[in-house]
Every structure is written in C-alpha cells, then in structure tokens.
C-alpha cells in the first residue's frame, strides 16, 4: 500500500490500530482493495428533509461516487450540517460558521486525501467552502443547482422574488388569500434551490467564479440530468487534484476573489456575497476588504437580465450559457489566468463558450444596466465601517434621498403597526429597522427588506428608503441600506437615531449620513444601554461573544484562519 497520502496514517497502520480502521470500513461490505492505497475522497453531504433545497443532494452524492470509483478513488460519503433559511430560525445564517466548524473538524479528524462539497441553499456552500480553506485538502464545489422556473398565470415567477410582490398584492388587495395559496404551489415546482438571482444562486455563480466548481455548475437545474453528469465529472476531478496536490489556497487567490467580485457585479448578484466572501477570503488569508467590492464593480456593467433586478430565470440563464458564457463576455476585466479545479485557467476554460441568447446575457457594449450599478458600499457618522446597497434592485429615484426617521428596535415591531392607516409614514420616510446584527437578533437575519406600510401600498407607493443592520434575501428588492456596521447591538450609531432625525442618502457619493449634530449624538450615547444577551448557553452564546462585524464577514474570531490537515494526536 502507498503510504505517502494522508490515508495512509489511518488505513496502512500496523499492528491493532491499523487492523481495527480497516475491518471496521469492511463491516460495509468493502473489499481489501479499497486499502490499497488510492485516494479516499470524504463526500461532505448537507441533505436533509428540513432543508427542502437540498433534499437531492443524496442523489448527487451517488453521481459523485461512481466518477471518484472510475478514477481510481475510495468515495465516502458523510454528513454536514443542513442549513436552509425557508425553515431556520432564527435564520441559517447564525449557522453558517457551524457548519464551517463542523465540516473542518469532520474533514480533518477523518481520513480523507480529498473532498467533494455538495451544497444548496445559500449559507451551505459559503459553510463547506470555508471548512475546506481552513482544512487545506484539496476540495472540489458542487451546489445542488436551482429549481425549474415557476409557472402561475401562464407568467414565469421566481422563488422568493415572487413572495415579496405577492406580499403587497396581498395588504394592497389586490391579490385575495385563495389566489395566494394556489400561487405558492406555482412557485416552488421541483427540487432545487430559488431560481432567481438569489443568494444560493448567487454563492453557486461565486464557486465557480472563484474556481472551485466545475464550468456551467452554477447553472444547471436540479432535475437536469446533466446536474447529475457535472456531479459525477466532480469525482474525477478531485482524484486528479489528489494526485496533483492541486489545495483550495492554490485556486481561492486574490485574483480568483477579484474575479468573483466583478463577476458578481455582472450578475447582479446578491449582497450575501460580500460577507461570504469576506469570511472565506479570511480563512485562507487573502487580503480582502468590504471597499474592493465597491471598486472592483464600479467600472463592471449588470449584464444578465434575472430576477430579482430583471426579468429571466436560471432556467433561462443555463440555456443561454451559463456563467461561462458570462465570464468570456468580461474578457479582460477578469483575471483569466487565474488557476481553476479542473487545472485549466479561467480562460482556457471560458474561451469557446457560447452565448444562446441576447436577451439574457448582454453584450458588454450594450448592458442590462450600465457599469457602476452593482452593490455599493457606502460610509459616514451612520456606518463608519460600512453599510451596502444593491443598486440595481433599487429605485433609481431614491439613490439621493433625504427623509425623517421612524425607528423600529425590531422587524416584529414594525409588523405590528405596519398595517395601521394611522401611521406617520409618507412616502419620504425612512424606515430604520435595527438590532438585527450578528450580535443582535443574533444572526443577522433577512429582514432589513421589510413589506411598505399598507397605507402607502394602497396609495401606490412601491418603495421606500429602508435602513438595516441586518441583511437581505438575494431574491428580494428594493432601495435598502443593508448591513450597516458596527451594528446597533454592538453600540454602533445606528442605536442612536430617533424617530424624527433626518436622514441622507446619497448613493452616488456613497455616503450615508445621520443630520445630528455630534454633541447630541455623544448625549445619546451616554445614556445608551446595551440589550440583553440573547443567550447564556450553549451555541448562540458562543456566537454573539466571538461573532466579527458585518464589514469583516461575520466570521467567529477565534475561526479565521486555517489549522491544516494535520490531526492533533494519533491514537494508537
């Protein structure tokens, strides 16, 4: 047996150690030549019936086993923690690092040469890719892919993008509660993660612009049989990274993150990304900052016209090419030399992909929206260190806008006055929502897009100035200030705005700013209390006591970083 692979340790031991790792893998039925010495692959799994958009993961995972058993490889398959935001609470995203700690100790404690990732919905591929930077082995991506297009009305509609419209169709009465609960079965037709340009399409489209996923993987439906070809593929190729010593730090370089940045902006990605991306750039140590995502986009136009900023699908989006077809259109603005997991580069892998169809994928001199468009970030006495906002999801007219403030310390607050005709709200207001940080939900939840008051939505208004600490679903839209930093848990000026303050907005300029004057904030803050602690226990404890500002990627500080492969002590 080859003792050379990291396996080896565990399954070419000597003596009871070694005797004992190889009969209790035989008690499954395998032969004495899977110990041969070929490459054991780990297949981190995140299926579960509670995560409906990885609920086919289990079928992927047997498409990846039959391409590492072709070339030469021993595929084990495990499981990971399943993270999907349509049923956690408070949301998947005070799981996120969870999964990433579980995933590496999993990876590292067991032996594994290499590993398969096969994600989902959103927070699980950002998860596993972490897991797998800190870890160091090498590691291939393959995301679940989205759901078909739904169907309601003889009209397209998206996952999620779809609720929110039906939402204030619903509190404007234009939309009754019977054609609500027919349209939802509409919505959500097959297996699959949303099918709009949400944030687990987004986090896909990142995978593969980053590198670790296979070209047109972020792309191809769920029930597409060539989802299925791309998993088996995926074995493959991480034997071939085994043997070629090919590691996640090799590919995720500052050039691949500058990459997926622009690519991003190309998309009209969500803004998870950019704290995604910044919690695993921070794994692998590669310099990354929240104000490269507004540099790196600003001179990158919105080229593919998908919903929530557009009108098309993912559907459509495969069929007209996919992400390849995408990055060839961005041609010199990419990096094309960076190095990929099928140990090609980023151009020789997009160099012949076609486009099928203009109308999805536009041409760089003639966008969807012009450059500059994509996800700003903004600053000022509001965010010192940062807020953001999806420009194309918003209101052109709102970018520049000055309002007064209604305060909310939570979204339920709000919701429980958003349909009262008395409310003081025009269509100027600016609604604050507030304590929705990491620290301060805790989680960070997707709540900072919250419905307009019904009274306005029966006016016709279709969008106001919002302002959060938290984050917002990639499907959703709308002019919302996201992710504003430090949070107001963590003593951030947001905690001080009053209801009545004004306001302003001015995302040409990037800047965000609270018109208080500096003494009555100072004021404010010394009377200021912080909340209570959401928790004394377990888990959520640990979060808010460790969990890193939004600007940094929300990261747990004592995870950033990596500790290699290597097992703390052998156990004989």
């Known amino acids: 047996m080859t003792t050379s692979r990291r396996s080896a340790t565990w399954f070419a031991a000597t003596g009871r150690s070694g005797m004992n790792h190889r009969a209790w893998m035989r008690s499954q039925g395998f032969t004495s030549e899977v110990f041969d010495g070929r490459p054991v692959i780990g297949i981190a799994t995140t299926w579960s019936e509670l995560a409906p958009c990885n609920v086919h993961l289990h079928r992927v995972a047997e498409s990846v086993k039959r391409g590492v058993w072709q070339a030469g490889g021993f595929p084990l398959e495990f499981p990971a923690m399943a993270l999907g935001e349509t049923l956690l609470r408070p949301t998947a995203m005070l799981y996120r690092n969870l999964l990433a700690m579980e995933a590496e100790e999993l990876i590292r404690a067991n032996p594994l040469d290499g590993v398969v990732l096969l994600s989902g919905c959103d927070k699980t591929t950002p998860g596993l890719l972490m897991a797998a930077s800190s870890v160091g082995l090498p590691a291939v991506m393959v995301t679940g892919g989205p759901m078909l297009s739904g169907k309601y009305q003889g009209t397209d509609v998206g996952s999620g993008t779809a609720v929110w419209r039906w939402e204030e169709d619903l509190l404007a009465g234009r939309m009754t509660e019977q054609e609500c609960a027919f349209a939802e079965g509409c919505m959500a037709r097959s297996n699959g993660h949303c099918m709009t340009m949400g944030t687990a399409s987004t986090m896909a489209s990142m995978a593969e612009a980053l590198g670790m996923q296979l070209p047109y993987s972020a792309t191809w439906p769920a029930v597409d049989a060539r989802r299925y070809e791309?998993?088996?593929?995926?074995?493959?190729?991480?034997?071939?990274?085994?043997?070629?010593?090919?590691?996640?730090?090799?590919?995720?370089?500052?050039?691949?993150?500058?990459?997926?940045?622009?690519?991003?902006?190309?998309?009209?990605?969500?803004?998870?990304?950019?704290?995604?991306?910044?919690?695993?750039?921070?794994?692998?140590?590669?310099?990354?900052?929240?104000?490269?995502?507004?540099?790196?986009?600003?001179?990158v136009p919105t080229l593919v016209n998908l919903q929530p900023s557009g009108k098309y699908l993912m559907e459509d989006f495969c069929y007209a090419g996919g992400l390849p077809a995408v990055m060839r259109e961005l041609g010199g603005l990419l990096h094309t030399d960076a190095l990929t997991v099928t140990r090609a580069t980023v151009g020789e892998n997009v160099k012949d992909a076609p486009c099928w169809n203009r109308d999805v994928i536009m041409p760089l001199d003639q966008p969807f929206q012009q450059a500059g468009t994509g996800t700003a970030v903004l600053r000022g006495n509001l965010a010192p260190d940062g807020a953001v906002i999806k420009q194309s999801a918003a209101s052109p007219h709102l970018l520049k806008h000055r309002g007064r403030a209604l305060v909310f310390d939570s979204p339920e607050a709000y919701h429980r006055v958003e349909a009262d005709p008395e409310l003081e709200v025009d269509e100027d207001t600016v609604l604050v929502i507030r304590y929705c940080g990491p620290k301060g939900y805790p989680g960070m939840p997707e709540t900072a897009n919250v419905p307009l008051p019904a009274k306005l939505l029966k006016r016709g208004v279709r969008d106001i100035v919002r302002i959060c600490d938290g984050r917002m679903s990639g499907t959703a839209y709308g002019t919302v200030v996201l992710h504003v930093a430090p949070e107001a848990a963590a003593g951030g000026p947001l905690a001080l705005v009053e209801t009545g303050d004004w306001i302003t907005l001015d995302v040409p300029s990037r800047t965000l700013a609270l018109d208080v004057p500096d003494d009555e904030l100072a004021r404010r803050r010394a009377a200021w209390t912080p909340p209570p602690r959401p928790a004394v226990r377990g888990w959520t404890w640990l979060y808010t006591e460790h969990v890193q500002q939004a600007d940094t990627g929300c990261d747990l500080d004592f995870l950033t970083g990596a500790s290699g492969s290597q097992v703390g002590r052998e156990s004989h």
């Open 230 to 299: 791309t998993a088996q593929r995926a074995g493959q190729v991480i034997v071939d990274l085994v043997e070629n010593d090919v590691t996640p730090d090799k590919i995720m370089t500052r050039k691949a993150f500058e990459n997926a940045i622009r690519v991003n902006a190309a998309i009209g990605g969500s803004t998870n990304a950019v704290i995604h991306l910044l919690a695993i750039a921070g794994r692998l140590g590669v310099p990354l900052e929240l104000d490269d995502f507004d540099a790196l986009a600003r001179d």
